[in-house]
């Protein structure tokens, strides 16, 4: 693979080494721009600087120009679905209504799929902070519906003239928690879908999970929508053998992107190859050195930079 690259950069620059200096920089930078074009996914929004999965966190990502805003979703009591990366109410960053903290053996009775939207609104996600994250800023928010993330990234991309970005979307599921803090398959796939289809989302969006069978009814019902396979497991084909189709991204944790033959046998196999959840420098550097197709990450700036700083090298 590097052996290919290194040949097919040689002779790019055999062609263009006729032309003056001003147009061989702006070739080659146009060379590495495209060579280096790998998206960026704000993780939870920009979940380093702002609390997860909110409104603030979304626009921050915008912000700083991350291509996707990657968040997670669970459904209510009322059948509303919700932005949210766990099912109840977290004791790390979660306070209750009246400001109390909420410990951790009590966090799971605030089962999000027993409360209304409207109760579950009124919990500050916020003013607590983070403490994996100490450069998090401390506001008051809220988990806001899936519907109203869109309309705020929407309208704000739409009143500042920016750039449009994509959303992935993960569907928090786990089978053994199926009717207990979240619906069957079928009824938690066609929830999501009817609030991407009300948005007219279907050609800017993907949706991810770790559950096989959230992604095999995907398929089954929305064949025409692009899904991602999130995997913490070793063994590419073992995980594949799981699902009764082949989705086109394979969405692996960071620490199993090991060497090129790693990305070339998911390029291969003509899927995207995007790992999670990747924050620091040393990492960062690898994937890009490794060329994997997009990033997750919670500090989109970090990557950006990185990619910037590439490019300009």
């Known amino acids: 693979m590097k052996f290919i690259k290194v040949i097919w950069l040689s002779l790019l620059l055999v062609a263009i080494g ?13 060379i590495k721009s495209e060579r280096l074009s790998i998206q960026v996914q704000g993780h939870r929004g920009d979940r380093g600087n702002f609390p997860e999965n909110s409104i603030p966190a979304f626009l921050s990502a915008v912000k700083k120009d991350a291509d996707v805003i990657e968040l997670d979703v669970v459904i209510s009591k ?5 932005v949210s990366h766990e099912p109840f109410m977290h004791s ?26 409207d109760s579950i609104r009124r919990f500050d996600v916020g003013s607590k902070g ?13 988990k806001p519906l899936l519907a109203e993330a869109i309309d705020s990234v929407e309208n704000f ?8 970005v994509k959303y992935n979307i993960e569907l928090k599921s786990s089978e053994n928690e ?7 398959p079928k009824e938690f796939v066609a929830l999501v879908m009817q609030v991407i289809e009300e948005k007219g989302l279907e050609n800017k969006m993907n949706l991810q999970s770790f559950d096989v069978n959230i992604l095999n009814e995907i398929h089954a ?28 991204i394979y969405s692996p944790n ?39 197709d997009g990033i997750i990450t919670d500090y989109p700036e970090r990557v950006l930079q990185f990619l910037e700083s590439e490019i300009n090298r």
Do not use: H
């Open 78 to 82: 009322d059948n509303k679905v919700v």
């Open 130 to 142: 983070n403490s994996l994250f100490p450069d998090q800023q401390k506001q008051k928010t809220y």
């Open 254 to 292: 960071y620490g199993l992107v090991k060497d090129s033959a790693f990305v070339d046998s998911i390029k291969d196999m003509d899927m995207k190859l995007i790992p999670w959840t990747v924050n620091e420098p040393e990492a960062i550097k690898k994937m890009i050195e490794l060329e994997v």
């Open 157 to 164: 991309i739409l009143k500042n003239k920016l750039e449009p």
């Open 178 to 184: 199926y009717g207990i803090f979240q619906p069957n």
């Open 18 to 30: 006729c032309k003056n200096k001003k147009e061989q920089d702006k070739e080659l930078q146009e």
């Open 221 to 248: 019902s929305y064949p025409e929508v692009e899904t991602a396979y999130l995997v913490y497991i070793e063994g590419i084909q073992r995980n594949l053998d799981l699902l009764n189709f082949q989705p086109e």
């Open 92 to 117: 790390l960053y979660v306070s209750t209504p009246s400001g109390d903290t909420i410990s951790e053996e009590n966090q799971e009775n605030f089962n999000l799929y027993e409360m209304t939207y």
